[in-house]
């Protein structure tokens, strides 16, 4: 077994990077773009239903965390295929328009990262809970300013879950390709790119995709450690 | 004035009863030591006082009201309760000790001066800007009494403040708190009795959730688990201590406290001889073996004196003296022994 196409892959991705190939740079900040605003859609829904979740106690809360920390194990290409039927012309929201659209993709993948977000966050403010609701309690917090308190000591879970969740969303092929069908120049990603190259045996390409997706995530988790350390 | 009155109180978990029927009133200015078992509702009854939970049998009155769930909050803003492990929001220790003031609204130039004050009171003055998660054990619980003193709450609430601490740290916190004493209410739940017996005028004992024995010091001295310990009447005789417990029995101890006081001696302090024996020890007693037992691997007996003692033996020594019930033996232990509670 020759090592060779690696060796080749890695040195046409590392040029592709160094001369900033139009077309790589067009699929890293649709791919950006998408998962952020993926992101920030779970965030909106997942957090509060996450905070009630990790605060609240109420009937059905058991039920519901075990449901969402289920669905965070969906598979990818049936929440795929679900998500096209629903977006097809023909589908229940078909008049949307978002099916072979950016905006479809980052919808299907909050969709995906949802649960995510529900369960890391429903866990780390239920780990704070107790301790931290009891001595800003003590020192005179009403209920609300004691809650909003644990969220913040929960600062790190909940980063956490947003940062994978970002992450989940940056590296999702599944609903990518499904919802996107990966058309160049419209709906292209990098995940969906680097699966067509390597179909198609160009593997510069391929890693040169490879290496900023991994950038970016390890990037994106270093900086989210530092801004969350404890000083 | 009474702060706190309290009327059949009792706190139910679910199906497990956590507190029952406790009656009994805490006055401004009062210091009221809180001892029992682990388990016996000691932390249960703070935090009804501190109006962290909510009473679910008889009611519990602050300042004539009754603290219910509206009303906790108010409870809330002049009683602070101490944790047995201190807890910590993120940040540095001025961070924390200033907590309870923002939300109070007090100006940032007030913070700021009654920050640096109650440091100083907790002798941690110099530490406003380190991380309050790494400093040691001893001075995480200084900052918890700051944070909760910077307050200055009516009532002042503290579970196991000692616990798990090297002496010289509970020393300080000690002092610290015994500084207060007359000032505020203070209300502290301890195993340990000297400290109880030092820092409140009143005790209180729980056992299983019910209250068992509330008053003076002597409820140390008669509780169960007070073991070889006794009240009495104490007056300074050449510089020690002589203790009248009862019984014919006047124990001498080093410390220099006269009048009504509460003292107490380790069992494994105790020699026991079958004749006198001329030592230093300033206290000797004759007295009669009325049970012996085999507690942990040693030996307790007890011993009827005129009061009972409890004395801790091997059992090498048990069998080589053939010590039994009924033989007459003498007890000795040095003045330096007797624990003033």
Request: proline fraction near 2%; charge should be neutral; charged fraction near 20%.
């Amino acid at each position: 077994m020759s090592w060779q196409p690696f060796v080749d892959g890695v040195r046409q991705g590392i040029q592709l990077i160094i001369s900033r190939d139009p077309e790589v740079i067009q699929i890293t900040l649709r791919s950006l773009e998408t998962a952020g605003a993926a992101t920030a859609m779970a965030a909106l829904v997942g957090l509060p239903i996450g905070i009630v979740l990790g605060l609240g106690s109420f009937r059905g809360r058991g039920f519901l965390k075990t449901l969402f920390g289920a669905l965070v194990g969906i598979p990818t290409v049936s929440l795929g295929l679900i998500l096209l039927v629903l977006f097809s012309r023909s589908g229940p929201i078909g008049y949307l328009d978002l099916l072979y659209t950016v905006p479809g993709i980052a919808v299907g993948e909050a969709v995906l990262v949802i649960p995510l977000i529900v369960s890391f966050v429903a866990s780390a403010v239920e780990a704070k809970d107790i301790g931290v609701r009891d001595l800003t309690r003590t020192l005179g917090a009403s209920e609300f300013e004691a809650s909003m308190a644990i969220v913040r000591e929960a600062w790190s879970g909940v980063s956490l879950a947003i940062v994978s969740s970002f992450n989940r969303a940056f590296a999702e092929l599944g609903i990518a390709m499904m919802i996107g069908a990966n058309i160049a120049g419209l709906t292209r990603l990098l995940t969906t790119a680097i699966a067509l190259q390597s179909n198609m045996g160009d593997f510069g390409l391929a890693f040169a995709l490879s290496f900023i997706l991994f950038a970016v995530v390890i990037s994106l988790n270093f900086v989210i450690s530092w801004l969350g350390r404890e000083r | 004035m009474e702060l706190y009155g309290l009327k059949g109180v009792g706190k139910r978990f679910g199906l497990r009863r956590a507190l029952a029927d406790i009656s009994l009133s805490i006055g401004d200015g009062e210091s009221l030591g809180v001892v029992g078992e682990s388990g016996a509702g000691k932390t249960t009854l703070l935090r009804l006082l501190a109006g962290l939970d909510i009473s679910t049998e008889g009611r519990l009155e602050w300042r004539g009201r009754s603290v219910d769930q509206a009303t906790a909050a108010e409870l809330r803003l002049e009683a602070t309760m101490i944790f047995q492990q201190p807890l910590f929001i993120r940040g540095t220790v001025a961070e924390n000790v200033a907590y309870g003031l923002r939300l109070r609204g007090t100006p940032e130039d007030e913070v700021s001066r009654r920050v640096s004050e109650a440091l100083v009171k907790v002798r941690l003055d110099g530490f406003e800007e380190r991380n309050a998660r790494k400093i040691s054990g001893g001075e995480q619980q200084r900052v918890a009494l700051a944070r909760a003193l910077v307050l200055d709450p009516k009532a002042f609430l503290l579970d196991e403040p000692t616990a798990n601490l090297d002496p010289a740290n509970a020393s300080i916190i000690s002092d610290i708190i015994a500084a207060e004493a007359g000032t505020r209410c203070i209300v502290v739940a301890s195993h340990d009795l000297a400290r109880v017996g030092r820092l409140a005028d009143k005790v209180i004992q729980l056992e299983g959730g019910h209250l068992v024995a509330q008053g003076g010091l002597e409820v140390l001295a008669s509780s169960r688990f007070g073991i070889n310990a006794f009240s009495g009447l104490s007056h300074l005789v050449r510089g020690v201590a002589e203790v009248d417990v009862g019984g014919g029995v006047k124990i001498a101890g080093t410390f220099q406290r006269e009048g009504r006081v509460a003292i107490r001696v380790q069992p494994e302090d105790i020699i026991v001889s079958f004749q006198h024996v001329a030592t230093s020890a300033r206290n000797e007693f004759r007295g009669r073996v009325v049970g012996v037992e085999e507690v942990n691997y040693v030996i307790r007996l007890r011993v009827d004196a005129g009061r009972l003692f409890t004395v801790q033996i091997t059992k090498r020594s048990l069998e080589e003296m053939g010590i039994n019930v009924g033989s007459e033996v003498y007890l000795s232990f040095k003045a330096s022994s007797v624990e003033l509670l």
